[in-house]
């Protein structure tokens, strides 16, 4: 191959590089949202039939956990941002958050029904940020 075709090759690769790039920025970030957040609240009467509801609704059926967190984007940004404390790679908000967690009932035919038990709870929150985004949910404190 000619040094001009070898020139052609390297900038088809960057060019395919660079358009595929903007539509992955957001993955991990939009991941986050579809597994995490639901604001408002959803409304499925109390909080165990909320998680069996949920649940299903993410695709999370039979998981064995998933925290709810009942706040709107810009506040979860902001975490990552101004409202937040970075201590080794996690990020703790400032702010406190509405949360539902649920988790998989273990005991009995309810276990293999997928049974929840859920709590609200209003409390801090930890996640894993990437480019001013949260991306991984944590923990709450």
Not at 11 to 22: F, H, M, T, Y
Not at 110 to 122: A, D, E, P, Q, T
Request: glycine share 8%; with cysteine.
């Amino acid at each position: 191959m000619s040094p001009s075709g070898y020139t052609l090759c390297l900038l088809l690769l960057v060019a395919a590089v660079w358009l595929w790039l903007p539509c992955c920025e957001g993955k991990d970030y939009r991941g986050f949202l579809k597994r995490h957040q639901d604001n408002p609240k959803s409304n499925y009467g109390g909080n165990n039939n909320y998680c069996y509801n949920m649940m299903r609704r993410k695709g999370l059926k039979c998981a064995g956990s998933n925290t709810f967190i009942h706040a709107s984007e810009e506040q979860l940004k902001s975490i990552c941002n101004s409202r937040g404390q970075i201590l080794k790679g996690i990020t703790t908000s400032k702010t406190l958050f509405a949360i539902t967690v649920c988790q998989r009932r273990r005991r009995g035919l309810r276990w293999r029904l997928c049974r929840y038990k859920g709590k609200s709870k209003i409390r801090r929150i930890r996640v894993i940020c990437k480019k001013g985004l949260p991306v991984r949910y944590i923990s709450y404190l």
